[in-house]
T-cell receptor, first 111, second 114 residues
Framework: QQPVQSPQAVILREGEDAVINCSSS?????VHWYRQKHGEAPVFLMI?????EQKGHEKISASFNEKKQQSSLYLTASQLSYSGTYFC????????????FGKGTKLSVKP | DTGVSQNPRHKITKRGQNVTFRCDPI?????LYWYRQTLGQGPEFLTY????????KSRLLSDRFSAERPKGSFSTLEIQRTEQGDSAMYLC????????????FGSGTRLTVV
């Protein structure tokens, strides 16, 4: 039931773009995205509820393809502050609503 | 509001001892969640409450783990007869009710079992 994230890690130069993918083998009700910096708690970025929904947060946006049970997180013109581990979390359709997290994608932005 | 508060921040215990952690959620949030995170992994769901009712508990959670949320405010997570495999960061989060809100996480309690 755990969603699968790819890639596992990515290294960027400041200003470059990145895409992080999250896929599930089961039907999804929603997808959450969080960022966690080393030694800190995960911080909520956004939630996607409807198929095809796209949301934005500063230069970070995400899409949700309900039919494919996939979500993608887009980071454009990356900044040093974007470094951290990004987790997607999924709520399955018909579940009690608990959020199941993927293993994470470690993003490193270099100057 | 100061966010989600967890105590203690760190706990070192000997194998076989019992430990208890506390979580104080954001006061307006009536949902409270417990997760466990090990190095290099995503948070692993343990259990969650809506008010004082425990709505779901992970099947992976052994009987040595128990959580309470008396009066629907703070919550405690107890681990009995700790094992070395219990060493992890224990995260608490809270949210508004329903499935349309993100979670606010606390800073966690790091448990080391020696």
């Amino acid at each position: 039931q755990q969603p699968v994230q790819s890639p596992q890690a990515v290294i960027l130069r400041e200003g470059e773009d990145a895409v992080i993918n999250c896929s599930s083998s089961k039907a999804l009700y929603s997808v959450h995205w969080y960022r966690q910096k080393h030694g800190e708690a995960p911080v909520f970025l956004m939630i996607l509820l409807k198929g095809g929904e796209q949301k934005g947060h500063e230069k970070i946006s995400a899409s949700f393809n309900e039919k494919k049970q996939q979500s993608s997180l887009y980071l454009t013109a990356s900044q040093l502050s974007y470094s951290g581990t990004y987790f997607c979390g999924t709520v399955l359709r018909g579940s009690q609503g608990n959020l199941i997290f993927g293993k994470g994608t470690k993003l490193s932005v270099k100057p | 509001d100061t966010g989600v508060s967890q105590n203690p921040r760190h706990k070192i215990t000997k194998r076989g001892q019992n430990v208890t952690f506390r979580c104080d959620p954001i006061s307006e949030h009536n949902r409270l969640y417990w997760y466990r995170q090990t190095l290099g992994q995503g948070p692993e769901f343990l259990t969650y409450f809506q008010n004082e009712a425990q709505l779901e508990k992970s099947r992976l959670l052994s009987d040595r783990f128990s959580a309470e949320r008396p009066k629907g405010s703070f919550s405690t997570l107890e681990i009995q007869r700790t094992e070395q495999g219990d060493s992890a960061m224990y995260l608490c989060a809270s949210s508004f009710p329903g499935q349309t809100f993100g979670y606010t996480f606390g800073s966690g309690t790091r448990l080391t079992v020696v």
